[in-house]
């Protein structure tokens, strides 16, 4: 036998749905909002040499000082800290590209922190384009197969569609619909 919902009782459920949704945000905003202070935290550090000294460590970079190597440290965390919040709280359907951002500045953060060459950020985009290959068709038919069953169209049309030869312009106006 089916119990009727008691009134309260879905009241305080939806409160505390409500609740934790606030704090959840809450705690969102105040990581997007502490991203300038982590992001000035690079005055923090030594701007005279390249080794960084203090009574609990010692630590040397082949930057030219401490300072330079902390600035394009957090160049390379903040977007990519601020990159993957977005990715995780995005509900749109075509979240799934800002990998392509996400994985730039983490393999550009990789090739910092391994320090293995001075030619930073140059060779980041051949470890992209595998990935590219594979993200941006997939994305894009996403869209198409969305698209398709929002209008209503069936395969034959859409074939049709894309067979039609239309100008640089109607195929780009075709691309933001």
């Known amino acids: 036998m089916n119990k ?17 949704s606030l704090v959840i945000g ?13 992001f000035y935290s690079y005055k923090s550090f030594p701007d005279n040499s390249q ?7 010692s630590l040397s970079t082949e930057f030219p000082n401490w300072f330079s190597y902390s600035w394009y440290l957090v160049g390379k965390i903040v977007p990519l800290y601020l990159l993957l919040f ?10 799934w590209i800002i990998l392509v951002p996400i994985a730039m500045y983490a393999f550009q953060l990789w090739g910092l922190l391994r ?10 985009i051949y470890y992209l384009i595998p990935l590219m290959m594979f993200l ?31 100008s640089f312009w109607g195929q780009l106006k075709d691309l933001f619909q």
């Open 51 to 57: 080794i960084w000294e203090t009574s609990l460590f």
């Open 115 to 124: 320090e293995s060459s001075g030619n930073y950020d140059e060779l980041e």
């Open 4 to 20: 009727p919902h008691n009134k309260s009782t879905t009241n305080l459920n939806r409160q505390s749905t409500g609740r934790r």
């Open 136 to 166: 941006v068709p997939a994305v894009y038919l996403i869209r198409a197969k969305l698209f398709s069953k929002i209008r209503g169209n069936d395969l034959e049309s859409f074939e049709a569609e894309l067979l039609e030869k239309k």
């Open 26 to 38: 809450g705690l969102i905003v105040i990581a997007i909002a502490i991203t300038p202070f982590i």
């Open 86 to 95: 977005w990715f995780f709280t995005c509900r749109h359907w075509w979240h």
